[in-house]
T-cell receptor, first 111, second 116 residues
Framework: LAKTTQPISMDSYEGQEVNITCSHN???????ITWYQQFPSQGPRFIIQ???TKVTNEVASLFIPADRKSSTLSLPRVSLSDTAVYYC????????????FGKGTRLSVIA | DARVTQTPRHKVTEMGQEVTMRCQPI?????VFWYRQTMMQGLELLAY????????DSGMPKDRFSAEMPDATLATLKIQPSEPRDSAVYFC??????????????FGPGTRLTVT
């Protein structure tokens, strides 16, 4: 499984765009990049998944450069309710191995 | 909307006692995961099942932990005997494989276990 590296924490003011970058230098050809969000006292929640270029949904955008060795989760105009831990996961299921959660990035949104 | 349910939500027990945690996956999901989360270790995968069959339980301490799926609507995680180091939040998640070959996992609210 590809190892991922994320910043431990980030702070942002309300209304700003937040970009969280994840490094995954040894990503394999068939690996996808998935992001989860975890609020305090809750289980993680799937946000977005991508393979290359850009993916956008109602919650976030995911930017993946051509070499796929990193990815950036972009949260537009964050609010206090976006305060959470964000996990970047890289992997696929060539066999029966699920994705492995790392330590994540703790985002604190300040009023 | 469909959700993963877990019981109990909180459990306080004394060292040496048996603890059983239950999970009801989302109807139709064929894969169930058990995780443990602590401040020190983060989210650790303990075991997972597909179509009720255990696929990997290498993350579990085998001597005291056991996981089963008696039927498609119930997954259980048992600790016997419990120890203070087992104190953590235990999450159950269910999911279906995506076309990408990965899973979109739906997590339950967790069981917060405290062993004194």
């Amino acid at each position: 499984l590809a190892k991922t590296t994320q910043p431990i924490s980030m702070d942002s003011y309300e209304g700003q765009e937040v970009n969280i970058t994840c490094s995954h230098n040894n990503i394999a050809t068939n690996d996808y990049i998935t992001w989860y969000q975890q609020f305090p006292s809750q289980g993680p929640r799937f946000i977005i998944q991508g393979y290359k270029t850009k993916v956008t949904n109602e919650v976030a955008s995911l930017f993946i450069p051509a070499d796929r060795k990193s990815s950036t989760l972009s949260l537009p105009r964050v609010s206090l309710s976006d305060t959470a831990v964000y996990y970047c996961l890289v992997g696929a299921l060539p066999g029966n191995t699920p994705l492995v959660f790392g330590k994540g990035t703790r985002l604190s949104v300040i009023a | 909307d469909a959700r993963v349910t877990q019981t109990p939500r909180h459990k306080v027990t004394e060292m040496g006692q048996e603890v059983t945690m239950r999970c009801q996956p989302i109807l139709g999901h064929n894969t169930v995961f058990w995780y443990r989360q602590t401040m020190m270790q983060g989210l650790e995968l303990l075991a997972y099942f597909r179509n009720r069959a255990p696929l990997d339980d290498s993350g579990m301490p085998k001597d005291r932990f056991s996981a089963e799926m008696p039927d498609a609507t119930l997954a259980t995680l048992k600790i016997q005997p419990s120890e203070p180091r087992d104190s953590a939040v235990y999450f159950c998640a269910s999911g279906l494989p995506r076309q990408t070959g990965t899973y979109e996992q739906y997590f339950g609210p967790g069981t917060r276990l405290t062993v004194t």
